[in-house]
């Protein structure tokens, strides 16, 4: 077998579903490496929702998207298959933006080499982009406080249910809001949240003002929809609200209003929008943040598997629909 | 004559303009002092839009509320006409939370001398309230940088004008909104702006686009109203925004929705609302910070008269209709 598949953005994408039409996939003779370089066979490749800012990103963004007929962006973790390169030595395991490939030829730059038995999928789901984003939102940016109150939207998402856990590790009250009852059971009984609201349901009003009776301190927006309006109107003086993921506006062709800012100012409240993008070259002292609340197993995460690069495409849309339970994964 | 006059807040308001009905009109004599006590003749009495969110304080509000039969709460400038305190002599000229009244009885807290010779329009318009807000707001929060953009809403008003001035003086380039041709007019030929909207013209979005070909850094919102959609969308990445303001919505009962969120992560943008009663502790700290702007002659004011105290209720209203030109303040 000396081809391989990578999958290329072609169109980008209109609001609604992710298509097959969005993407090229090309088959190509698996290449020679040349000096300082090697070859990497991709194992598993991680998706994530902030791909389809990625792939949306019109020219007024400020977030790098990707060209069309580039690569899709993606991290990932291969073996090195072949080397000329002096730090890395055939039979490697290796994390890197790998991208929608089966193999790919690297200089080197932004890989690292991933310690002997690691666990791939607990590397992708809690020390790749979502752990990294859930410890910078939270820790750098939320000021978190034992006993305060923080609600997170997606909270069965990859990064809302680390930042549960972190969140709720440092002592605080933890509310998480999910989009079907499994989940909610999820986060309750196996993350050790402190509650858990199903959107779907009516009366997420008075769920919402039972589950936080002294009100929210930390919103951390992973969703949007109409329940950021909700919880905005529960934020405590001097709360935080930490704007993370909108994946539910990401699809609509109007983007819902938000909220009226009077409240901001009533009870001082700050919004921060961040874009994980920009925070890359702080992961060192981000996973060394991170990592002891893993070593004390105050961290559970659950994967979901699709096989083969080909899957990728569709299985985008699982953020959409939310039909993922758990860290979305591509198995090679 | 030995009666003073009072107003105290009989009724919270309710969307719309102010009424004389919301008040209480008291006659009393004038009260004899006290040991340590000092009695204060009220001279200049500031009007100050953050007065419409004392009133209307809900049991929910976050910032100290002015309660039902208290005196309206205001800052003032007096003389005081009789002394049983060692700090205060008769003659003495003193500034603080003097209230809606010709005289005030004080123990001295919170009084603070106004030193000889100083013009008392001048320590309302631009050391009271207004300056202590626009520099909290420009330099606690906004971190302006000589170069970039910064749009003021509001911008002939009271807060307004001095954020204006005192990033123009630090070389941002500096765009007022305000509601009137002839505001405009004054805060670019007087106070130096480097561009001016009417928001009440037609075609904001093009004017702004010119004015702002850079985008904007900064956008310090006094006002809500449309605008607020239209300079958002000119936000730039790592912009800031800050909420002092939103007197355009106080009155409306049911207030206009704000900007969708998505645009807040894309561009990491940060939206903090702030209210100048958290930072009165630092006002010596704020003053030295906003003396220099003043003593190198970079910030002009003015001010808009209304005679005798029962002029203050129905004087609320011109921060409504904008019919105000300057600082307002009440002469006793």
């Given at each position: ?22 993407f ?13 370089e ?10 994530d ?13 400020y977030i ?12 990932g ?13 055939p039979g ?10 089966e ?50 939207t ?14 709720k ?6 509310i ?21 609201i199903n ?8 769920m919402?003002k ?32 930490i ?16 909220p009226?800012?009077i409240?901001l ?12 993008t ?43 629909n ?11």
């Amino acid at each position: 077998m000396s081809d391989y598949l990578s999958i290329h953005l072609a169109v980008r994408p209109q609001p609604g579903p992710i298509t097959q039409g969005l993407f090229e996939l090309k088959r190509q003779p698996i290449p020679e490496i040349r000096n300082d370089e090697v070859l990497i066979k991709q194992t598993h490749m991680s998706l994530d929702p902030a791909m389809i800012g990625w792939m949306s990103a019109d020219r007024e963004s400020y977030i790098p998207r990707v060209e069309l007929g580039d690569v899709m962006r993606s991290t990932g973790i291969g073996v090195i298959v072949a080397s000329n390169h002096p730090d890395f030595s055939p039979g490697d395991t290796v994390q890197g933006m790998l991208g929608w490939t089966e193999y790919k030829v690297s200089g080197g730059k932004g890989l690292n080499k991933v310690p002997l038995g690691s666990d791939p999928e607990m590397v992708l789901a809690v020390f790749a982009l979502p752990g990294l984003t859930a410890t910078q939102g939270l820790f750098g940016f939320a000021d978190p406080k034992a006993g305060e109150t923080i609600v997170v939207t997606g909270a069965a998402g990859s990064v809302g249910s680390l930042v549960g856990q972190l969140a709720k590790a440092d002592g605080l009250q933890v509310i998480g809001v999910a989009g079907d009852d499994e989940k909610c059971q999820w986060i309750t009984d196996t993350l050790g949240f402190d509650g858990a609201i199903n959107y779907k349901n009516d009366g997420i009003t008075s769920m919402l003002k039972d589950l936080t009776p002294e009100g929210v301190d930390i919103f951390f927006e992973n969703t949007g929809g109409p329940i950021q309006q909700q919880v905005f109107n529960r934020m405590n003086a001097h709360g935080r609200i930490i704007v993370c993921g909108m994946i539910s506006d990401y699809v609509s062709a109007q983007p819902s209003p938000g909220p009226n800012w009077i409240p901001l100012i009533k009870k001082r409240v700050t919004v921060r929008g961040f874009a994980m993008t920009d925070h890359l070259g702080d992961a060192s002292k981000l996973r060394a943040k991170l990592a002891p609340y893993v070593a004390d197993g105050k961290i559970k995460f659950r994967t979901h598997i699709l096989e083969g690069l080909e899957s990728a495409p569709e299985g985008l849309n699982l953020f959409f629909n939310g039909n993922n339970r758990g860290k979305l994964i591509v198995r090679l």
